[in-house]
Each structure stands twice: as structure tokens, then as C-alpha cells.
């Protein structure tokens, strides 16, 4: 089966091709980062504009690239939240509409499903069931996986999540966008001397709160950041504090299940501080971490062609109905 992913949550227009039996056939992606990056963020209504004009081209380079036709496409799969709206119409109408003329099935995927999914394109995937942490610009989840579709949430972000924290510091630093990448850059050159807190972890359970060490960066750099230097320590306090409370939680999701398998998806997952408190944790508690590669950590369309694959086999889609939800919980998502 020749499955047809589409990405276009936010910023990022993905397409790939995926085959349930020789894997990822090919993936594109084009980035919206140079023109968001002259307004400091992410413009909702210019990044649906960009999906309008990238993704057709996408596809069919897609095709092109991979020297298939429509007639050879069994399947598609889309992004259907969480995200921006507009955005995600670009991707859902496109989806339906080609799944409709092509005459082939057509199925909704969840936009953090794919991202728990992507280290399956590795090759050496995780078995079920894991713990994942899913970090990323709006989501920080911890989630208990006992197949596809059979998730349980152990804890999540309260307030800012793990990479909305990493924008809004770097933004303070005035280090523009994208912000988590820079601040990232800029802690490799700066010393953790400033104490930052590690945020609800002196009391019982799993949730995350990232909204304070934002703010502790902002009282840090008004009362003595004088110089670059000054700002690097800061970034690189903050980025310690983040990733210690990232392996402390999962450190407790891991004894709490029982389980010794730890995935790790999400672009902010790219992070190498992160990654590697992580790995660090991981070893200490005798279990084994898995991360997608790097190009798969952020938005791309493999992740949604392979979830949206899955659930295709099971005989799962949709009628012809366009789908978008800015908000879905993963605990709405039926079992494979």
C-alpha cells in the first residue's frame, strides 16, 4: 500500500510517500522560516497562504521524484490537528479533495500521533509498550503507549510547554526567530552558573510547568546580563534546568509503569543538552531511549504518511467530510 502523507499544522509544508512494505519512499519539506522570521513569529494567515502555493508543487514533485502516478497511490493521510486552522484546511481540503477524485480512501491523522510514531521509521524501532515524552513548540506530553491508538496521558504542560518556553526566553534575549534553535546555539557557549529552579519536582506526579523558568530568565537578565557572555550563561542555566526536569519526569514515568523503553519525538527533542540528560537518565535507570533522526524530530510528512498507513491497514478513515480540529485529545483517538 502506497500512502500519501500531508503536513501543514503550522509552519512547515510536508509530503512523503510511505509503503507498508518497502517503507519511506521519499519526503519533501519546505520551511516557512525565513518569512516568519521578519515578524518574530509564526503569521497564521501568511503560513496558510504558503501552504496554498507550496503544497500542490509538493505533491507532485513528490510523485514525480519517486516515478509513481496517481493510479499507484492507495492511500492518503493528513494532518488534521492539532494546530493553526487555516493551515490545517490547506492540508485537509487538499487530502480529501485528491482522495476523492484519485477514488481512494482518505483517513485524519493527529498531529502528536505521528510525532510518538516517527522513531518507527528507524530501523530499529521500539516495541510496544513504551513511555514517550513528546516535546514540542505547543505540546509536552508524557503518555503511556500500549499500541497505536491505546495512549494514556501521565502528565503534560500546565502552562507553557517545554519549546513555547524556548521561544519566549530566546525572544527576552533577543535572539529573534526561531528562538529555540538560537537560544540552544547560544547555551554551548555559556556556563550554567545561575541556579535555576527545576520546576514541580519537589512534590508527586508527572505534569510539567515551564511558565517560571521563563520568567527566572527574564529577572536573571535584568538583574546583570552586561554582555553576550552574560546572556550564553543564562541560555545555558535555562537549558540545564529544562532537561533535568525533562529526565526527572520521565525518570518517574518509567518506575511508575514498570516499563523500560523510553521514546522521545518532537522538535524539540532535536536538542542535544536534552537528548543528552536523557540518555544519561535512560542508562541509570537501565532502559533504552529511542529518538528519531533529526529531520524527523520536526514537522515533516513521513511521520503522518506512516500513522496514517496504520490506521489504513485497519480499515480506518473517513468519509467525505473535511477534517480539522485545532484542539484534539489524544484520548479521543480510536485503537488499531
Known sequence: MYVLG????????????????????????????????????VVPELASRDHIRKLVPLIKQSLRESRLESKDINGIAYTAGPGLMGA????????????????IPAVAVHHMEGHLLAPMLEQDPPDFPFVALLISGGHTLL??????????????????????????TAKM???????GPRLAALAEEGRPKIQFPRPM????????????????????FHAGAKC??????????FQEAVADTLAI???????QTGLNRLVVAGGVSANRAIRGALAVMAEKEKARIYFPRTEF??????????????????????????????RWPMSDLAPV
Not at 490545517?88 to 477514488?103: I, K, Y
Not at 534575549?173 to 528562538?179: D, F, K, S, T, V
Not at 519536582?201 to 505534569?207: M, S
Request: with cysteine.
Open 6 to 41: 500531508i503536513e501543514t499544522s503550522c509552519d512547515e509544508t510536508g509530503v512523503a510517500v510511505y509503503h507498508d512494505q518497502k517503507g519511506l519512499v521519499i519526503h519533501l519539506l519546505y520551511s516557512q522560516v525565513e518569512m516568519h522570521s521578519d515578524y518574530g513569529g
Open 88 to 103: 490545517l484546511l490547506v492540508g485537509a481540503a487538499t487530502a480529501r479533495s485528491l482522495a476523492w477524485a484519485w477514488q
Open 143 to 168: 503518555v503511556w503507549v500500549q499500541g497505536i491508538g491505546r495512549y494514556e496521558v501521565l502528565g503534560e504542560s500546565l502552562d507553557d510547554a517545554a519549546g513555547e518556553a524556548f521561544d519566549k
Open 173 to 179: 534575549l533577543g535572539l529573534g526567530y526561531p528562538g
Open 201 to 220: 519536582t519537589d512534590r508527586p506526579g508527572l505534569d510539567f510547568s515551564f511558565s517560571g523558568l521563563k520568567t527566572h530568565a527574564l529577572n536573571a
Open 228 to 237: 553576550e557572555q552574560d546572556k550564553a550563561d543564562i541560555a545555558a542555566a
Open 249 to 255: 519526569k520521565c525518570r518517574r514515568a518509567l518506575q
Open 297 to 326: 524530530c520536526t514537522d515533516n510528512g513521513a511521520m503522518i504518511a506512516y500513522a496514517g498507513c496504520q490506521r489504513l491497514l485497519a480499515g480506518q478513515h473517513q468519509g467525505l467530510d473535511i477534517l480539522a480540529r485545532p
